[in-house]
Protein backbone atom coordinates (compact mmCIF):
# COMPACT_ATOMS: atom_id res chain seq x y z
CA UNK A 1 0.00 0.00 0.00
CA UNK A 2 2.75 2.18 0.79
CA UNK A 3 6.24 2.78 -1.21
CA UNK A 4 9.64 4.61 -0.91
CA UNK A 5 10.02 6.81 -3.89
CA UNK A 6 13.62 8.18 -4.66
CA UNK A 7 13.17 12.19 -5.22
CA UNK A 8 15.33 14.77 -6.35
CA UNK A 9 14.26 18.68 -5.83
CA UNK A 10 15.72 21.85 -5.44
CA UNK A 11 14.77 23.93 -1.87
CA UNK A 12 14.98 27.25 -1.49
CA UNK A 13 15.80 28.08 2.47
CA UNK A 14 15.06 31.87 3.47
CA UNK A 15 17.53 33.48 4.99
CA UNK A 16 15.72 33.91 8.59
CA UNK A 17 15.97 29.94 8.49
CA UNK A 18 20.02 30.30 8.21
CA UNK A 19 19.83 29.45 12.25
CA UNK A 20 18.35 26.44 11.87
CA UNK A 21 19.74 23.18 11.27
CA UNK A 22 20.27 22.77 7.06
CA UNK A 23 18.57 19.29 7.26
CA UNK A 24 15.60 20.58 9.39
CA UNK A 25 14.35 23.26 7.42
CA UNK A 26 14.84 21.22 4.30
CA UNK A 27 12.62 18.18 5.59
CA UNK A 28 9.92 21.30 6.63
CA UNK A 29 9.83 22.97 3.11
CA UNK A 30 9.70 19.24 1.00
CA UNK A 31 6.98 18.44 3.32
CA UNK A 32 4.68 21.79 2.97
CA UNK A 33 5.21 21.03 -0.83
CA UNK A 34 5.15 17.54 -1.13
CA UNK A 35 2.64 16.12 1.74
CA UNK A 36 -1.26 15.15 1.09
CA UNK A 37 -0.70 16.05 -2.55
CA UNK A 38 -0.64 13.59 -5.76
CA UNK A 39 2.29 13.67 -7.70
CA UNK A 40 1.05 12.57 -11.48
CA UNK A 41 1.97 8.46 -12.19
CA UNK A 42 3.23 8.07 -8.84
CA UNK A 43 0.68 8.05 -6.37
CA UNK A 44 -0.75 10.72 -2.62
CA UNK A 45 2.96 11.41 -1.21
CA UNK A 46 2.33 10.84 3.00
CA UNK A 47 5.72 12.41 4.55
CA UNK A 48 9.43 12.27 4.04
CA UNK A 49 11.22 9.41 4.61
CA UNK A 50 14.78 10.34 4.54
CA UNK A 51 17.11 12.73 2.67
CA UNK A 52 19.84 10.83 1.33
CA UNK A 53 22.42 13.42 0.02
CA UNK A 54 22.29 17.11 0.19
CA UNK A 55 24.55 18.72 -2.66
CA UNK A 56 25.79 22.57 -2.39
CA UNK A 57 23.75 25.12 -1.67
CA UNK A 58 23.99 28.64 -3.55
CA UNK A 59 22.98 32.36 -3.22
CA UNK A 60 21.63 33.87 -6.26
CA UNK A 61 22.13 37.35 -7.03
CA UNK A 62 18.68 39.12 -5.96
CA UNK A 63 17.74 36.37 -3.74
CA UNK A 64 19.02 35.91 -0.37
CA UNK A 65 17.64 32.41 -0.13
CA UNK A 66 19.93 29.12 -0.02
CA UNK A 67 19.22 27.04 -2.97
CA UNK A 68 20.10 23.50 -2.32
CA UNK A 69 19.43 20.15 -4.59
CA UNK A 70 18.29 17.87 -2.63
CA UNK A 71 18.31 13.71 -3.14
CA UNK A 72 15.89 12.01 -0.51
CA UNK A 73 12.97 9.23 -0.11
CA UNK A 74 9.26 9.75 0.33
CA UNK A 75 6.11 7.80 1.41
CA UNK A 76 3.91 7.60 -0.92
CA UNK A 77 0.63 5.68 -0.90
CA UNK A 78 0.48 4.09 -4.78
CA UNK A 79 -1.26 0.30 -3.90
CA UNK A 80 -0.37 -2.22 -6.48
CA UNK A 81 -2.98 -3.83 -8.51
CA UNK A 82 -4.73 -6.94 -6.81
CA UNK A 83 -3.73 -5.75 -3.55
CA UNK A 84 -6.34 -6.26 -0.83
CA UNK A 85 -7.42 -3.19 1.31
CA UNK A 86 -9.66 -2.83 3.89
CA UNK A 87 -11.82 0.68 4.24
CA UNK A 88 -14.93 2.15 5.14
CA UNK A 89 -18.33 2.76 2.70
CA UNK A 90 -18.65 6.57 1.78
CA UNK A 91 -21.51 6.40 0.60
CA UNK A 92 -23.61 4.85 -2.56
CA UNK A 93 -24.65 6.19 -5.72
CA UNK A 94 -25.47 4.46 -9.52
CA UNK A 95 -22.05 4.83 -10.23
CA UNK A 96 -21.01 2.55 -7.35
CA UNK A 97 -20.00 2.24 -4.06
CA UNK A 98 -17.53 4.73 -2.88
CA UNK A 99 -15.54 3.69 -0.13
CA UNK A 100 -12.82 6.07 1.91
CA UNK A 101 -9.56 4.60 3.95
CA UNK A 102 -9.73 7.64 6.44
CA UNK A 103 -6.64 9.43 4.72
CA UNK A 104 -7.64 8.82 0.58
CA UNK A 105 -10.99 8.56 -0.46
CA UNK A 106 -11.15 8.76 -4.26
CA UNK A 107 -12.19 4.85 -5.11
CA UNK A 108 -14.95 3.46 -6.85
CA UNK A 109 -16.25 -0.03 -7.17
CA UNK A 110 -18.66 -0.15 -9.50
CA UNK A 111 -21.99 -2.00 -10.06
CA UNK A 112 -20.46 -4.99 -12.27
CA UNK A 113 -17.68 -5.30 -9.59
CA UNK A 114 -20.15 -5.89 -7.12
CA UNK A 115 -21.24 -9.56 -5.47
CA UNK A 116 -23.86 -10.24 -7.71
CA UNK A 117 -26.62 -10.37 -8.07
CA UNK A 118 -26.56 -6.67 -7.04
CA UNK A 119 -29.09 -4.03 -7.41
CA UNK A 120 -29.48 -0.29 -6.30
CA UNK A 121 -32.08 0.93 -4.24
CA UNK A 122 -33.34 4.39 -5.21
CA UNK A 123 -35.38 4.96 -1.42
CA UNK A 124 -32.48 3.64 1.00
CA UNK A 125 -29.59 5.28 -1.71
CA UNK A 126 -27.30 1.85 -0.91
CA UNK A 127 -26.28 -1.05 -3.28
CA UNK A 128 -28.03 -4.52 -1.85
CA UNK A 129 -26.62 -8.11 -2.40
CA UNK A 130 -28.98 -10.54 -3.12
CA UNK A 131 -27.48 -13.32 -1.67
CA UNK A 132 -29.26 -16.72 -2.39
CA UNK A 133 -29.66 -19.56 -0.19
CA UNK A 134 -31.60 -22.32 0.41
CA UNK A 135 -34.29 -20.60 1.48
CA UNK A 136 -34.38 -18.05 -1.31
CA UNK A 137 -32.82 -14.59 -1.17
CA UNK A 138 -31.59 -12.13 1.57
CA UNK A 139 -30.90 -8.56 0.61
CA UNK A 140 -27.68 -7.58 2.02
CA UNK A 141 -27.07 -3.99 2.12
CA UNK A 142 -23.89 -1.81 1.77
CA UNK A 143 -24.36 0.53 4.23
CA UNK A 144 -22.35 3.59 4.82
CA UNK A 145 -19.75 3.41 7.73
CA UNK A 146 -19.55 -0.65 7.25
CA UNK A 147 -16.34 -2.18 6.81
CA UNK A 148 -15.39 -3.79 3.16
CA UNK A 149 -12.53 -5.56 1.90
CA UNK A 150 -12.24 -5.11 -1.34
CA UNK A 151 -9.19 -5.85 -4.43
CA UNK A 152 -7.38 -2.92 -6.47
CA UNK A 153 -7.92 -3.49 -10.21
CA UNK A 154 -7.52 -0.45 -11.72
CA UNK A 155 -5.63 3.43 -11.47
CA UNK A 156 -6.38 5.92 -12.80
CA UNK A 157 -3.91 9.69 -12.45
CA UNK A 158 -5.39 12.55 -14.56
CA UNK A 159 -3.21 15.89 -15.14
CA UNK A 160 -4.87 18.71 -13.38
CA UNK A 161 -2.22 21.07 -14.07
CA UNK A 162 -3.45 24.34 -14.68
CA UNK A 163 -3.95 24.83 -18.53
CA UNK A 164 -4.50 28.80 -19.11
CA UNK A 165 -7.79 30.42 -19.44
CA UNK A 166 -10.28 29.16 -22.17
CA UNK A 167 -10.93 31.50 -25.21
CA UNK A 168 -13.81 33.78 -25.37
CA UNK A 169 -15.21 31.61 -27.81
CA UNK A 170 -15.15 28.19 -25.96
CA UNK A 171 -16.46 30.00 -22.99
CA UNK A 172 -19.91 30.76 -24.36
CA UNK A 173 -20.88 27.84 -26.40
CA UNK A 174 -20.02 25.78 -22.60
CA UNK A 175 -22.77 25.67 -20.78
CA UNK A 176 -21.46 23.73 -17.99
CA UNK A 177 -18.20 24.89 -15.85
CA UNK A 178 -15.53 21.68 -16.19
CA UNK A 179 -16.09 18.60 -13.92
CA UNK A 180 -13.16 18.48 -11.49
CA UNK A 181 -11.53 15.13 -11.57
CA UNK A 182 -9.76 13.85 -8.86
CA UNK A 183 -5.80 13.67 -9.39
CA UNK A 184 -5.39 9.65 -8.53
CA UNK A 185 -8.16 7.19 -7.97
CA UNK A 186 -8.72 3.67 -7.65
CA UNK A 187 -10.87 0.78 -8.64
CA UNK A 188 -12.31 -1.50 -6.67
CA UNK A 189 -13.57 -4.96 -6.87
CA UNK A 190 -15.68 -7.09 -3.99
CA UNK A 191 -17.15 -9.81 -7.15
CA UNK A 192 -15.00 -12.66 -5.03
CA UNK A 193 -15.56 -14.43 -2.14
CA UNK A 194 -14.68 -13.33 0.97
CA UNK A 195 -14.57 -9.70 -0.25
CA UNK A 196 -17.31 -7.12 0.78
CA UNK A 197 -18.30 -6.67 3.85
CA UNK A 198 -16.04 -8.04 7.00
CA UNK A 199 -19.77 -8.60 8.54
CA UNK A 200 -20.76 -11.08 6.10
CA UNK A 201 -18.18 -12.89 6.15
CA UNK A 202 -17.15 -12.90 10.10
CA UNK A 203 -21.36 -13.49 10.61
CA UNK A 204 -21.58 -16.70 8.64
Not at 28 to 51: M, Q, R
Not at 103 to 124: G, N, V, Y
Not at 173 to 179: A, C, D, F, K, Q
Request: net charge negative; glycine share 6%.
Amino acid sequence: MFVLVEMVDTVRIPPWQFDRKLNDSIAEELNKKLANKVVYNVGLCICLFDITRLEDSYVFPGDGASHTKVHFRYVVFHPFLDEILIGKIKGCSPEGVHVSLGFFDDILIPPESLQQPAKFDEAEQVWVWEYETEEGAHDLYMDTGEEIRFRVVDESFVDTSPTGPRSAEAAATSEEPPRKEAPYSLVGSIIEPGLGLLSWWTNS
